[in-house]
């Protein structure tokens, strides 16, 4: 093999015209015409002077030509960084001047936004738009439609993704090509895809959940795609009973479960649901069995190691719990101060070792020291128990982060922005309860004696370099934070006080 990544969920497939993707207006791509699609690609980003090893950030909407790039940048040996869509230019700017990537391919509309940020890096900018269109697909045309596949190692790396911290500084994790490749075998083992298999994918493609566990899996076993640019519950409605899997995250059930039109029946012919990203809810997993006969599977994962543990394909799925280590994946509870390992049963860090775990960050050997110890094993920073079936319940978390639909957002980050703000003093940022996102965020604000805050102001000020889904859904002023005797912020006071700001009565 001169490519273990490209051979195994691409080249494998070369020549087919077996059904790939399906797009919810009834086109048919096959495995074929997307290789064929891709390699064009690559040609492309040979000649404007991308080398292996080199990055390529992508900030494009779901479609897929977005995919083919993906499978482009494997097959030339080029680094893939896919943004978050909602991404501002400002967040932009910061991962392709830390990646140094050499192109930024985005969406037209954004063009005359992020050219500052190419002229500023010295990346080439392009653009694909979501119907595919765009300087990039013109220049690509007239491409021949087979490319030499860059030879390359399991240890090479295939993906760049930007993980915030606890800093507020983004991270770039490393993924190497066996990182992701181990990663698919062991899930497509354990819940035994097939080329018989139809996937609903509704998951954006430029986070891991839907990009190396979704996609990847459903490449390396050869099964078809339904294809959607994004979440729509009136299209899974009237896809489902043609699909045999679907993942997502909780939002996704949750937002079914409150449609009388998902029935028993409608799910009849599905064989699997899978979720993860955010903690489901024990009570969330019952009314869907209830509904539907199905028991959600649900497994545990993270941007830096891949998917770490699943509940089982056969067996007891467990509510609450995200079952057990995937093949090849060790787990072990520790002890937060002295990383010593900790009595079955007892609640510690989770850290977890395996093929699936990243190289470190990129660029940053401080921040991957403290993470990633010595020995292989990655501090997840999520707090768990193994229960005495071995299966693991993840408790809480020892890091300061906000889950919301599924997105990662770390208050550091926002507090930077507020604290910057005219008159403000000092600010807490938290996650409530939220019925829809399952979490949601809550900015908490001291002003600066004598100020009154105008919060509409800091709201709009703030969110010109702040994604969405980010932006506080409240502001709230206080006379002073809650601290305990160190000084520490109180951040539990402050979630208990505002728990029931967004759940209906
Ligand atoms: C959209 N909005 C959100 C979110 N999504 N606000 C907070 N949290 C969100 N997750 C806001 C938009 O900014 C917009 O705001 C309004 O909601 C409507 O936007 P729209 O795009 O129509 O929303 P939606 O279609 O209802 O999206 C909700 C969603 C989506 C379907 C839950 O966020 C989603 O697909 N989430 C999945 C994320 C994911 O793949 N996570 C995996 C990463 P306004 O109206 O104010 O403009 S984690 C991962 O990969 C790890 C490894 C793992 O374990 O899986
Ligand atoms: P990310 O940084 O986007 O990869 O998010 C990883 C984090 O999502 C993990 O560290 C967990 O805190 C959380 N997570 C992922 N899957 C689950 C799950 N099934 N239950 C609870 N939390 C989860």
Known sequence: MTNPLYDTLFGQHQGKTTAFLELADGTIISHNDYLELAAQYAHLFTQLGVKPGDRVAVQIGKSPQALAVYAACVQAGIVFLPLNTAYTPDEVSYFVENSGARVLLCDGKRSEALEPVAEATGAILETMNNDGSGTFAMQAEAMPSA???????????????????????????????????????????????????????????????????????????????????????????????????????????????????????????????????????????????????????????????????SNPYKGERRAGTVGFPLPGVEIKITDSNTGATLPQGEIGEIEVRGPNVFKGYWQMPEKTAEELRRDGYFITGDLGQIDEDGYLHIVGRNKDLIISGG?????????????????????????????????????????????ELDLDAIKSNIGTSLARFKHPQKLVVLPELPRNTMGKVQKKTLREEYKDLFVPA
């Open 147 to 309: 490319f030499a596949t860059v030879d390359r190692s399991e240890d090479d790396l295939a993906a760049f993704l930007y993980t915030s911290g606890t800093t507020g500084r983004s991270k770039g994790a490393m993924l190497t090509q066996g990182n992701l490749l181990s990663n698919c075998k062991a899930l497509a083992g354990e819940w035994e895809f097939t080329s018989e298999d139809v996937l609903l994918h509704a998951l954006p493609i430029f986070h891991t959940h839907g990009l190396f566990v979704a996609t990847n899996i459903s490449l390396l076993a050869g099964g078809k795609i339904f294809f959607m640019p994004k979440f729509d519950l009136d299209v899974i409605i009237e896809r489902m009973p043609t699909a045999t899997t679907m993942m997502g995250v909780p939002t996704f059930y949750t937002r079914l479960l409150e449609d009388a039109r998902f029935t028993k029946d409608l799910a009849n012919d599905m064989r699997l649901f899978v979720s993860g990203s955010a903690p489901l809810l024990a009570e969330t997993h019952v009314q869907f069995e209830e509904r539907t006969g199905h028991r959600i599977l649900e497994r545990y994962g993270m941007t830096e190691t891949n998917m770490n543990t």
């Open 407 to 451: 997105y990662n957002i770390y208050p550091k980050e926002i507090e930077l922005l507020l604290d910057d703000e005219d008159g403000v003093l000092e600010s807490a940022v938290v996650g409530v309860p939220h019925p829809d996102f399952g979490e949601t965020v809550v900015g908490v604000l001291v002003a600066q004696a004598g100020v």
